[in-house]
């Protein structure tokens, strides 16, 4: 297991080793029952116990309150881009309505692609956006145009392609909007806890933090259910999902159980605290050394710089294929930027320990004195 590379992919990404190898010890036969989790029915009494364990013990590790439904759904964030809408967009016009002023701060490109999809469902305002800054900084929520009578306010906590991460929710009551907080969380989720009292409801993908592609994770307050458009899929109806407890449909089965499996690794690992102050560790390794250095740089404010994905330039840019290159012959895979942005980008989730990091800047260092 100590012998694979260190993946930095932006997601899908890495997958705890510990993880990897229990699925492949139980691919055949899922503790005696004969069958491979794949292969087994979601209404079945061993699918239910792997289902619920997952819930039980994600609910633990994020001290989701009872009063939040946990939702195992498809489609990714981009799918929730329309689906928070459908379901929320009609919140205080009243159902059927549609038409409700919705509020979005834009902090990069996710969450600029969460507004332009929402404006399919009702008036999107921007409450306030990083554009003009580059995206290098979350816009100071004191100065946010929020809307009275908003159906919801909606962020992105972590943008994954810009590195740039609020490291505090803002607290809407104190800037005077009444309305839930949807967060888009796929790029840290389970990174670090959540305050829930700031929050109506989180989603996103797993197959960042979470698991495998394919499974959509949504917390959602119970009184946000039941507000959808009529017009709204079914399977994509939040109190539907919830009330037949994420089996409307036919779930991720496979990617639950992954996503369970990482759940249980979490729990070991100390739980999120502790693994918060891990990420913590291992972002200001890599940031302290991007600093310190002649070669590399991040642009991102240092208050807002995200603690798992760290966008970084080579100020030579005619160098950038020579770095990749000799970052893959040390075991340093996927660390190339996002084609909208260029560059490097060193995503270090949960699953990257501190010596991966520790390995990459060593490499960096390397790097740099031998090109000098
Ligand atoms: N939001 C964020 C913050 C993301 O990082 C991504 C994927 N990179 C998405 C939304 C889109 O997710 P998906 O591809 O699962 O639809």
Request: net charge neutral; proline share 5%.
């Amino acid at each position: 297991l100590s012998a694979r590379p260190y993946n930095f992919s932006a997601g899908p990404a890495a997958i705890p080793a510990e993880v990897l190898s229990q699925a492949a010890a139980e691919m055949l036969d899922w503790h005696g029952s004969g069958m491979s989790v794949m292969e087994m029915s979601h209404r079945g009494k061993e699918f239910d116990s792997i289902h619920n364990q997952a819930l039980a013990d994600l609910r633990e590790l994020l001290a989701v309150p009872a009063n939040f439904r946990i939702l195992f759904m498809q489609g990714g964030g981009l799918a929730e881009n329309a689906i928070v809408p459908l379901n929320l967009a009609g919140r205080t016009s009243g159902v059927g309505q549609g038409g409700g002023v919705m509020d979005y701060v834009v902090t990069g490109s996710w969450s600029q692609k969460s507004a332009k999809e929402a404006r399919r469902y009702g008036e999107v305002r921007v409450a306030a956006s990083g554009e003009t800054e580059g995206f290098t900084r979350v816009p100071d929520p004191a100065g946010w145009q929020l809307s009275a009578k908003a159906s919801y306010v909606h962020l992105c906590s972590n943008e994954t392609i810009h590195g740039v991460e609020y490291h505090q929710l803002p607290d809407l009551k104190a800037l005077g909007s009444d309305a839930p907080l949807v967060v888009d969380f796929s790029s840290h989720a389970a990174s670090r806890p959540v305050d829930w009292s700031r929050v109506g409801l989180a989603y996103g993908g797993a197959q960042k933090n979470l698991g495998p592609a394919g499974l959509t994770l949504v917390i959602v307050r119970e009184d946000l259910l039941g507000h959808a458009l009529p017009v709204c899929p079914s399977a994509f109806n939040y109190q539907t999902v919830a009330e037949n407890n994420s089996m409307f449909n036919t779930p991720p089965t496979y990617a639950i159980y992954i996503a369970g499996l990482v759940f249980q690794w979490l729990k070991k690992q100390g739980g999120i605290q502790a693994v918060e102050a891990r990420n913590i560790a291992k972002a200001r390794l890599l940031y302290d050394f991007i600093d310190g250095s002649q070669l590399y740089v991040n642009k991102v404010a240092k208050d807002n710089r995200s603690r798992m994905n760290v966008p970084f330039f080579l100020r030579d840019e005619a160098r950038n294929t020579a770095f990749l290159d000799g970052a893959k012959a040390a075991g340093l895979l996927q660390l190339k930027g996002h084609k909208s942005v260029g560059g490097m980008r060193a995503s270090i989730y949960n699953a990257m320990p501190l010596k991966g990091v520790q390995a990459l800047v060593d490499y960096m260092r390397d790097f740099e004195k031998t090109q000098a």
